[in-house]
């Protein structure tokens, strides 16, 4: 059996949308679809009862705590199959998802599978490739840089995702997290064919949740490449650094944080960091101060 778990929020449409999507998959034996109510204003039940198939189920969440990882662990404890598939339910499957991420579970052995997918923004449809890992190359420096591995894409056998589950207290980086601490235990390997269908609505704004952001890095650092580290941070901090509702803190941390590891960046980034030294002095102060870190940090 094969366990399908989505997990919403008032999204009727794009809900049946995604449970439309698993019932054209070209394998339809024993699976199980558990939808996990995360507190809709809506009645998500009914629309699941409106499909007559007693395959498809609905839980809510009755839990304090309201989010997607909260209801993909309350979906864990649910499922009965041998293998877990995830997908939210703002997203699709192609009709050859499962097939192929199975298959490819089974050829290459290994526990969990995540894949290409397709982004639609309601204005044009791109694909994106998971690339595979570079020699050596761990799971947080491959999705730090350009390695992609989007929740709908995964699909894990069931014993070994029940052994991980979702950190509920996260709102940003929630894939990267249980990808992360999945492939440090696990074999979890990217396939390059494209089978699902991610949908973003151009120009809206993302969820954006900094502590989050904080606690993941905090979390993983000693995994991560000085390189990455640095470029991660200091890629943040040149979106936020002029924002208002933000903590001089926070600031302060993400500016840090970007010249962490001072020996990986150069000078020229290491004086974009600091457009506070103004004039010749400023930036000859500056220099200085690089130099006397790289060399005797």
């Not at 809506?42 to 699941?48: R, Y």
């Not at 020699?135 to 947080?140: F, L, P, T, Y």
């Not at 973003?200 to 905090?218: A, C, H, M, P």
């Amino acid at each position: 059996m094969i366990s399908i778990i989505i997990p919403v929020k008032n999204r009727e449409q794009e809900l049946k949308r995604a449970i439309d999507s698993v019932l054209k998959q070209t394998v339809q034996d024993s699976l199980e679809i558990i939808v996990v109510d995360d507190k809709s204003e809506m009645d998500i039940n009914s629309i699941v009862g409106n499909y007559n198939d007693p395959r498809i189920v609905c839980v809510l969440n009755d839990k304090s705590i309201s989010n997607a990882n909260v209801c993909r662990n309350l979906g864990f404890k649910r499922a009965k199959g041998e293998y877990i598939a995830m997908l939210d339910s703002d997203d699709e499957w192609l009709p050859n998802h499962l097939e192929q991420k199975i298959k490819f579970l089974e050829k290459n052995n290994c526990e969990g599978v995540f894949g290409s997918y397709y982004i639609d923004d309601s204005v044009e449809k791109r694909d994106v490739i998971s690339r595979p890992f570079k020699k050596g190359e761990n799971m947080i420096n491959y999705l730090l840089t350009d390695g992609k591995a989007a929740t709908p894409s995964h699909v894990y056998k069931a014993e070994a995702a029940k052994s991980i589950i979702w950190d509920e207290a996260l709102l940003r980086h929630q894939d990267f997290d249980f990808s992360v601490r999945f492939a440090e235990k696990f074999s979890f390997l990217p396939s390059k064919e494209v089978t699902c269908i991610v949908h973003w609505t151009k120009g809206e704004k993302r969820l954006e949740d900094v502590d989050s952001q904080i606690r993941f890095i905090k979390k993983h650092k000693q995994k991560i490449s000085p390189e990455i580290y640095n470029m991660y941070h200091s890629g943040i901090y040149s979106q936020i650094q002029y924002r208002k509702d933000l903590s001089e803190d926070t600031l302060r941390y993400f500016k840090k944080e970007s010249a962490r590891f001072i020996q990986a960046i150069s000078l020229n980034e290491y004086l974009s960091l600091n457009k506070e030294g103004k004039g010749k002095l400023g930036r000859l102060l500056l220099r200085v101060k690089y130099i006397v870190k790289v060399f005797f940090n």
